[in-house]
């Protein structure tokens, strides 16, 4: 197991529930290795944030083996977090300390690591050095997160949601703060809401659902699983009764059919084909077009072929690592 930087066997986490034990992790096996940028995708309650956790050494497993660095929390712990670096969604700073001032200090945890100006410099905030966590904005604040994170140069990052609420620009910061990462060698372990970031960001990505993992691979390879490159969305205008889903399956290369909140999505390997033989079966049923639209297939759309949902569709929290409450976040999980 120790030739990983991340090895999970047959990891389990089990909470107690009203009609017995729930599995918030329920047999994940996992291997990550060196200098690989590794995605966990899940809605919430599917175990990916209690997965994390134990990774992290903030909670601990019901059964399994977990090996981080080829070493163990339950006899290595100090050595681990010598060699991490963890970034929550959300992390609370003291208002009246600099940025410089805070990096120094957790520079001071480590008995190796960046110079503060050089962790400052790594997530492009040298100009707030001297400035109060008060009046950096929401952006700088979790790019200051980020630093702190890196300020022991750790061999694995764990970055929780990190872009969650930023703006497009603070976000493009973190992607490149993560690629220079990836350069340097170093192993990266992300979560994200944003699929676009996953497929950008990541090597592979594990999908998790009800605390197992139902499929594994690069973005690339698991969009190549749908069987089609191309997503036809339309949407019916009338006032007639809703056409089912199944209704266009049977349509000329159209390999999965699905409802959407105002339409369909349609999966398809020709879109020069599905589209016409859609326009005839629409004419022949009377039912006006309200909007059509095709793309190339997204790691969105593998979500929704696996889970039945988006992944940022609401569902229960997953249960809390300490027994009273979750870590807070910053905006939707």
């Known amino acids: 197991m120790s030739d990983w930087v991340i090895c999970v066997k047959d990891l389990y986490k089990q909470y107690p529930g009203r009609d017995g034990p729930v599995n918030a992790v329920n047999g994940i096996d996992l291997q990550v290795p060196v200098g690989e940028c590794f995605g966990l995708l899940g809605p919430n309650g ?18 399994g083996n977990v090996e981080v660095l080829g070493l163990r929390w339950d006899r290595d712990a100090t050595a681990i977090r010598e060699r991490i670096g963890v970034t929550l969604q959300e992390t609370r700073f003291p208002d009246k300390q600099t940025v410089l001032e805070l990096i120094a200090l957790f520079r ?17 905030l040298e100009s707030k050095s001297n400035t109060f966590v008060e009046n950096l904005s929401g952006g700088q604040q979790q790019r200051l997160a980020v630093a702190i994170a890196l300020v022991g140069d750790p061999e694995l990052l764990f970055l929780d949601e990190p872009t969650t609420g930023l703006d497009p620009q603070s976000r493009r910061q973190l992607w490149d703060v993560i690629g220079d990462l990836r350069e340097r060698g170093r192993t990266t372990l992300l979560t994200t809401h944003y699929m676009d970031e996953a497929e950008k960001l990541c090597d592979r990505v594990a999908v998790i659902d009800h605390g197992k993992i139902i499929a594994l691979g690069s973005p690339r390879e698991l969009i190549a699983r749908l069987g089609g490159e191309h997503i036809v969305e339309f949407a019916i205008g009338g006032k007639m009764a809703p056409l089912p889903a199944e209704a266009f399956a049977s349509l000329p290369t159209v390999l999965a059919a699905r409802t959407e909140a105002d339409g369909f999505a349609l999966t398809v390997g020709a879109p020069h084909s599905a589209i016409p033989a859609l326009l005839d079966y629409l004419n022949a049923q009377e039912r006006p077009l309200a909007r059509l639209t095709t793309r190339q297939a997204s790691l969105e759309d593998v979500f929704v072929s696996l889970t039945g949902r988006h992944l940022r569709d609401g569902e229960p929290e997953e249960a809390p690592a300490n027994g009273k409450g979750r870590r807070k976040r910053r905006g939707r999980r």
């Open 46 to 63: 599917a175990g990916k944030t209690t997965t994390v956790e134990i990774l992290e050494g903030l909670n601990q497993a019901t059964s």
């Open 108 to 124: 001071s945890f480590y008995r190796t690591g960046l110079e503060p100006e050089a962790a400052i410099g790594r997530v492009s």
